[in-house]
């Protein structure tokens, strides 16, 4: 196989921790099989608090971004990602937060120029499949996480054109349009299946009140990828985020062996797809690369 035609899957994440609690088994996984995965962070975590105690240090406290840093250097290790590129923008806050105000955040980046960055990450690296967030984002309404949906969705649409996006340079690099365009996510049933689980513990579940409101999805997952073997990877990822997550966490309560009896799947949703028969026959999808792999040789029959 030409060097061009290995296999690669770019994740876009808004803040260091988010590439270890959304879709972390699955680069686990594809890592683990030879599959290149870059990480694309878009902003260095510096609006974050310091949520864990043990963590709060003289020396967090005086360079939260650097510290955050390691951290994402030290999960996305943990995850095997062959490549961490950082967008360079500045975490904006919660809504209405002072961080809202800063130049250089996010959520004050012209859009265009933030998704040149991001193509430029595109044609360099050249993967057929991008994982990036959906549009929903009632559950979480950062606007770093809002952002970053923008500019995959347009990076996905615009890496391929020479032209760039409107309003925006055309960018460096030879032209290059990815495959597929998958958002990630947690399905009502996986929080249901980990509801219980945490019930069977005698734990108190973190998805309570979800369940009691049980809100409508707005998009049908088409994809389930088993990651019941790499949730050692994906708990170790989560731990080097010393600063945003506890030991006693809800994240990382139930045991691993309680969750891959659970629910051991990340899911998707195929937002855009250039592949041929990329739509699995009614079924769940369990492959991000289906379709886009090379055919066994018909020749050796
Ligand atoms: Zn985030």
């Given at each position: 196989?030409?060097?061009r035609e290995?296999?690669c899957l770019?994740a876009v994440?808004a803040?260091?921790?988010?590439?270890?609690?959304?879709g972390?088994?699955?680069?686990?996984?594809?890592?683990?099989e030879?599959?290149r995965t870059?990480?694309?962070t878009c902003?260095g975590?510096?609006?974050?608090?310091?949520?864990?105690p043990?963590?709060?240090?003289?020396?967090a406290?005086?360079?939260?971004a650097r510290?955050?840093?390691?951290?994402?250097?030290?999960?996305?290790?943990?995850l095997?990602?062959?490549?961490?590129?950082?967008?360079g923008?500045?975490?904006?806050g919660?809504?209405?937060?002072?961080?809202?105000r800063h130049?250089?955040a996010?959520v004050?980046?012209v859009?265009?120029?933030?998704?040149?960055r991001?193509?430029r990450i595109?044609r360099?690296?050249?993967?057929?499949?991008?994982?990036?967030?959906?549009?929903d984002?009632?559950?979480?309404?950062?606007?770093?996480?809002?952002r970053?949906?923008?500019i995959?969705?347009?990076?996905?649409?615009?890496?391929?054109?020479?032209?760039?996006p409107?309003?925006?340079a055309?960018?460096?690099?030879e032209?290059?349009?990815?495959?597929?365009l998958?958002?990630v996510?947690?399905?009502g049933e996986m929080?249901?299946?980990?509801h219980a689980?945490?019930?069977?513990?005698?734990?108190?579940?973190?998805?309570r009140?979800?369940?009691?409101?049980?809100?409508?999805?707005?998009?049908?997952?088409?994809?389930?990828?088993?990651?019941?073997?790499?949730?050692a990877r994906r708990?170790?990822?989560?731990l080097?985020h010393?600063?945003q997550i506890?030991?006693?966490?809800?994240?990382?309560?139930?045991?691993d062996e309680a969750?891959?009896?659970a629910?051991?799947?990340?899911?998707f949703?195929?937002a855009?797809?250039r592949a041929?028969?990329?739509e699995?026959?009614?079924?769940?999808?369990?492959d991000l690369?289906?379709?886009?792999?090379?055919p066994?040789s018909?020749?050796?029959r």
């Amino acid at each position: 196989m030409k060097p061009r035609e290995r296999l690669c899957l770019l994740a876009v994440h808004a803040h260091p921790d988010d590439e270890a609690s959304k879709g972390a088994g699955t680069i686990a996984r594809y890592s683990a099989e030879g599959v290149r995965t870059v990480l694309v962070t878009c902003t260095g975590g510096e609006a974050g608090d310091i949520l864990n105690p043990e963590a709060d240090t003289a020396e967090a406290r005086r360079d939260l971004a650097r510290a955050r840093l390691a951290e994402l250097r030290e999960s996305a290790a943990a995850l095997g990602y062959s490549r961490v590129c950082l967008l360079g923008y500045r975490d904006s806050g919660m809504p209405e937060s002072e961080h809202n105000r800063h130049p250089d955040a996010f959520v004050n980046a012209v859009p265009a120029e933030a998704t040149e960055r991001l193509a430029r990450i595109i044609r360099a690296e050249r993967p057929q499949v991008i994982v990036a967030y959906g549009e929903d984002h009632s559950r979480y309404p950062h606007p770093d996480h809002i952002r970053a949906h923008e500019i995959a969705v347009a990076a996905f649409e615009w890496a391929g054109e020479a032209a760039g996006p409107p309003g925006g340079a055309p960018g460096g690099g030879e032209p290059w349009k990815p495959s597929k365009l998958y958002y990630v996510g947690w399905s009502g049933e996986m929080i249901e299946a980990l509801h219980a689980a945490f019930e069977r513990a005698g734990l108190e579940s973190p998805y309570r009140e979800w369940i009691r409101r049980r809100p409508v999805e707005p998009r049908r997952f088409t994809t389930r990828i088993d990651v019941g073997e790499f949730l050692a990877r994906r708990r170790a990822a989560l731990l080097s985020h010393r600063t945003q997550i506890r030991p006693d966490s809800f994240w990382l309560r139930l045991p691993d062996e309680a969750l891959r009896e659970a629910w051991p799947y990340e899911e998707f949703v195929l937002a855009r797809s250039r592949a041929r028969d990329a739509e699995a026959g009614g079924g769940w999808e369990t492959d991000l690369f289906a379709g886009l792999r090379a055919p066994v040789s018909r020749g050796a029959r």
